[in-house]
């Protein structure tokens, strides 16, 4: 699936996606910084889930939980400050993707050994300013 959008469509987008994709529990953002992965996280928790909680990025401490009256509970990781898998390990990141709840992973190339095989690959890359792609598939 490749979907070009702006701040003004990802609403749409993200309803698109979890349509498409809700089977699937774990999702994977591959993008550079500031390309929208937390962005694009907060709407689909916030405007499709309906968490309780206010999704923020995990970056200081890498797994935030929230609960939605749709998914269940949710782990939002960002493992960007992670150095390798057995730090991942360390800090419960294996446990929450064994849980068979939703999980939505930033910078998952810090730790790829320890996903699963069934992921859901979502590439987000800026295509100007306001302009945002996204791809998923198999990277």
Known sequence: ???????DTIQEVVCAMWDKYSGKKIWAFDAPMGA???????????SVLLCEDIPSSPTFSIINEYKSPVAGKIFHMDWYRLKDEEEAIQS???????SGDLCLVEWPERAPLILPDDVLYI???ALNENGRRIVTGNY
């Open 1 to 7: 699936m490749n979907i070009d959008f702006t701040i």
């Open 36 to 46: 929208g992965k937390t962005t694009f996280i907060k709407v689909l928790c916030e």
């Open 92 to 98: 419960g990141v294996e446990a929450a993707l064994q």
């Open 123 to 125: 590439k987000i890359e």
